[in-house]
């Protein structure tokens, strides 16, 4: 007897976004802090880009270029000094279900099962039982995460924690996915395994995503377009196309296309902190 062929998961139907050319414009946007001593610390400055609806937008710069404030000011955890936030057409003006967050550090709650996680936000929806479970087991399947649905946060390698994070974003169907250096924590191996992992779950859904790094590789393997930020105060340096064809493996590292982009970002970056000292 031939094996049984295993039953695809089936994407659950899920609200439909009006379309808009750009799903993220972000206007003259700066933030200030005041120091203890009663100083002001430019952490971004006048910073205004796009990113169209559907894209993979990769923020990419030194630490303390004020990369993560921006996503946070998009998220509406905090708001700018100057100019506004878009996100499809509407100012934010605070946290958001059409937004989705992932942040670098492990946020899972550990009392709930990674069904329970990812099933958290749909059921303070109220959405039907019958439509949160099909969207949970899609998404289960979507990061390989089927097998471990009953487990506990703490019995979970921290590469799948994060795929979890991933999903539970994802079944809240936001508009836009924010993620702020997600595989930073993680191993080298484990980061490659994410980074294509997230490749195509992104190829699935097509959610705008915009994913801030550090890491060079890691911005171009995942980018369709690259936003190069400079330090001190934060701004955007330069915006770069990627030219090299999805769906992409790791080996495309090693492409000419790959190595040019890269030593062109690290020109960039390299000059920027020449400027700075």
């Known amino acids: 007897m031939g094996a049984v062929a295993k039953k695809p998961y089936i994407m ?3 609200s439909e976004y009006a379309e808009v050319a750009a799903r993220l414009r972000v206007d003259n946007v700066s933030l200030r802090y005041q ?21 993979f937008a990769v923020i ?42 992932v942040f670098q550090g492990y946020t899972l709650f550990p009392w709930l099962t990674v069904r329970q996680n990812i099933e958290f936000g749909l059921k303070r929806r109220g959405l039907p039982q019958d439509e949160i479970r099909t969207i949970v087991e899609f998404y289960l399947g979507e990061v390989g995460l089927a097998k471990f649905a009953e487990h506990y946060p703490k019995q979970l390698s921290g590469g799948m924690m994060q795929r979890v994070a991933i999903a539970r974003a994802l079944a809240n169907d936001p508009q ?14 484990t980061r490659l395994q994410m980074q294509q992992l997230l490749l195509q779950v992104w190829g699935n859904s097509k959610k705008t995503v915009v994913f801030v790094t550090h890491d060079i590789d890691e911005a171009i393997l995942l980018a369709d377009r690259i936003y190069v930020m400079g330090a001190r105060p934060g701004r955007i340096k330069e915006i770069l196309e990627v030219p090299i064809e999805r769906p992409r493996s790791l080996d495309v590292v090693m492409e000419p296309e790959f ?3 890269k030593r062109h970002i690290l020109g960039l970056l390299h000059d920027d902190l020449e400027e700075v000292h």
């Open 12 to 14: 659950p139907p899920l």
């Open 35 to 55: 120091s203890p001593k009663g100083e002001t610390f430019t952490a971004l400055d006048r910073v205004s880009f796009e990113v169209p609806d559907r894209q």
């Open 60 to 101: 990419v710069g030194p630490s303390g270029c004020g990369k993560s404030s921006l996503l946070y000011l998009t998220a509406g955890l905090n708001e700018p000094t100057e100019g506004d936030i878009y996100v499809g057409g509407q100012k934010v003006e605070g946290p958001g279900a059409d937004r989705g967050m």
């Open 176 to 189: 836009i996915l924010l993620m702020d250096e997600p595989f930073g924590a993680l191993d080298s191996q």
């Open 259 to 261: 190595i040019r982009m």
